[in-house]
């Protein structure tokens, strides 16, 4: 029978080479050259059918990807066994030589991947013994179910394994016979439907286990206890369930992404994971069963990150969370929920990430000490309009705060200073006070409505970047930035409809990146030669002309401009002209900066305007004009001169005795 199967791969190999058009001889070495690096032969992308003679004898590792390799065989390989590591990735592999790699005793990693091995597949004949092989690429083969046994039968020291975009639609028990010192199985972008009890049974060293973007829809008695790292994003998994066992499950990471869990999954409480994601699923509730009454406390000492985002979630209940000891990331953005509470102390000690973004919040309650260690909180999409308005005071280490697109009011230094005797006590004043945040660097305030900035709004908070874009109407006290001198270095203000600035931002020292765009400003602000710009964007407002002392102030630090949409007279601003001709300041948009010509019915480009294009006439033609008017004047005077004299002499000789 094996003879026979021999026989048949021998004939279709014959079969394929007759078929084959005439090709003329292959080009000698020196024409079709390999890199060679030590023991290294580099040949890829050279439409090679095999590799080139004259190779060195004790080469280790040979890269044949992207070729025209199709039957591969000892003639192909050029009778090397010495390889350490073999690529043949992206080839039109579809014949192997049976017993090929049995003397290639000390080869470790092998890829086939993106080949035609369905084709071979076919004559189940066992490809192996890979007696040394530890990294077996075989994705993208068009393989299905079966037939990759054919490959892994005989491999005893295969750790790691790609299967990935292939056709398999079952997993069996015998799938992974041949190779059970596997530690790292990869069968991403398959078709599995199902996967039979035990199918892993037989890989004590299993440590991750990547079934993304298949077609399973439960996972019941989930029981590898030795598994650490397990993807199932991308499937149509609607109930994930481990055994009950007192034995410790190794399990870290969970990935169940992706997915229509309608239950939250069942982890038994001896476990260690620290990763789980059950992001974008039809989740309602933290229940892990059908009802109340069978819900199993869910005990997390061990999770670092918690990902809940794009569920159907109405609230997160503060015993949910007070068994996640170790909690570092929380992230339960894009769901429905009205209210979030955290004022048990030490319920959250070690959380530095919070994710509320995109809900409905009407509520939000921090208590003292809750949130000692919590850096970055994202609240953005809430539509949030009454919070105590020393909230964020409570956070202690708290330097990135996302706020935009909700309806709050800034208090200022006067409110800033009538602090509430209770935590839940009422907020009368009903504005939010960002003085005296100790460590916060980075506010977005952006789409909050706001109709004023009042003074000392940021008193004793070091920021470092402010952003109150798209405000408009936003009416900005002269001193709303006090305090600020020294820290702040980002200005975001755009599309705030402003026609005037009036805080004097050349008092900021340490600021560097302005953003004034889409306003209404027809004058700059003014700015010292201390000041520290480097980035300032003046798109879309109604400058005119750049004051030439503004222009002076901002050359020695600036190093990008934006101007574009502004309706410049051209002959006005030929200070902005030199700066750009002669300094290092660049204007990415330089081809969008136009400028209003008399002598032009449409706006010209600032780059084509020249000195010449506004010049005056020049006085001296005046003062020609004056002298030659002078000069026909004098000569007509000294003609009536002449001919008054010429009359009165004549006369004199007419009446001579």
Request: proline content about 4%; hydrophobic content about 40%.
């Amino acid at each position: 029978m094996a003879a026979f199967q021999l026989l048949f791969l021998l004939s279709v190999g014959c079969s394929v080479a007759f078929a084959r058009p005439p090709q003329t001889p292959r080009a000698p070495l020196h024409l079709r050259p390999c890199q060679v690096v030590q023991m290294d032969v580099l040949c890829s992308d050279l439409s090679l059918r095999g590799v080139p003679i004259n190779l060195p004898r004790q080469v280790q590792m040979l890269d044949l990807s992207r070729n025209q390799v199709q039957n591969l065989t000892e003639e192909t390989l050029g009778f090397h066994t010495g390889f350490h590591r073999l690529n043949l990735h992206s080839n039109r592999i579809h014949f192997i030589q049976p017993g090929l790699f049995r003397d290639m005793k000390d080869l470790r990693v092998l890829d086939l991947s993106k080949n035609h091995l369905n084709v071979f597949a076919h004559s189940k004949i066992n490809v192996g013994p890979l007696t040394a092989v530890e990294f077996l690429d075989l994705s993208n083969n068009g393989l299905y179910t079966g037939m990759s046994d054919f490959f892994l039968a005989e491999s005893p020291s295969l750790a790691n394994l790609s299967l990935n975009s292939n056709s398999i639609t079952k997993i069996t028990r015998n799938t992974f016979g041949g190779a059970a010192s596997l530690r790292k199985i990869n069968l991403h972008n398959n078709v599995i439907l199902e996967i039979e009890d035990g199918a892993f049974d037989s890989l004590d060293n299993l440590t991750e286990l990547d079934l993304s973007k298949n077609s399973i829809t439960c996972i019941l008695d989930f029981n590898l206890f030795n598994l650490a790292f397990l993807n199932l994003s991308k499937n149509s998994v609607e109930f994930f369930q481990s055994v009950e066992s007192n034995v410790s499950f190794k399990l870290r990471s969970l990935d169940l992404s992706e997915n229509k869990l309608l239950y939250f999954p069942l982890l038994p409480e001896n476990n260690v994971l620290e990763f789980l994601d059950v992001s974008r699923n039809r989740l309602q509730t933290v229940n892990n069963t059908g009802g109340p009454e069978n819900q199993t406390n869910l005990i997390f000492h061990h999770l670092r990150y918690l990902d809940m985002s794009y569920n159907k979630f109405k609230s997160i209940p503060e015993y949910f969370i007070n068994c996640m000891k170790s909690l570092e990331v929380l992230n339960v953005s894009n769901n429905c929920i009205g209210s979030f509470s955290a004022t048990s102390k030490g319920l959250l000690h070690k959380v530095k990430i919070i994710n509320l973004s995109y809900n409905s919040l009407q509520s939000l309650t921090f208590g003292k000490n809750t949130l000692p260690s919590l850096k970055k909180l994202f609240l953005q999409g809430n539509d949030l309009s009454i919070l105590d308005h020393q909230i964020f005071q409570r956070l202690p280490s708290m330097k990135y705060l996302q706020l935009q697109q909700n309806n709050l009011k800034i208090c200022g230094s006067e409110q800033n200073q009538l602090e509430p005797t209770l935590t839940n006590q009422k907020n009368s004043s009903g504005c939010v006070s960002f003085s005296s945040v100790c460590n916060l660097h980075f506010l977005y305030l952006s789409e909050n409505n706001l109709k004023t900035l009042p003074a000392g709004a940021f008193t004793n908070t070091p920021l470092k970047l402010l952003d109150l874009s798209l405000n408009p109407g936003l009416d900005i006290h002269k001193d709303s930035l006090s305090g600020l001198e020294h820290t702040l270095v980002h200005l975001v203000l755009r599309e705030n409809n402003m026609s005037s600035l009036n805080p004097d931002l050349s008092l900021l020292k340490c600021l560097k990146h302005v953003d004034l765009s889409t306003n209404q400003l027809n004058t700059l602000p003014t700015w010292s030669k201390e000041s520290a710009i480097e980035s300032l964007n003046l798109q879309n407002n109604n400058l005119v002309t750049l004051d030439h002392s503004t222009i002076l102030a901002l050359e020695h630090s600036l190093k990008t401009l934006y101007m574009g949409f502004n309706p410049l007279s051209c002959c006005d601003n030929l200070a902005f002209l030199h700066m750009m001709q002669h300094s290092s300041v660049i204007v990415p948009d330089i081809e969008i900066v136009t400028c209003v010509h008399s002598e032009h019915s449409e706006p010209v480009n600032i780059e084509r305007v020249t000195k010449e294009m506004c010049h005056q006439p020049p006085p001296t033609n005046y003062t020609l004009v004056v002298v030659a008017v002078f000069s026909v004047l004098v000569v007509l005077a000294v003609l009536l001169g002449v001919c008054c004299c010429y009359r009165r002499t004549k006369h004199r000789r007419g009446f001579r005795a």
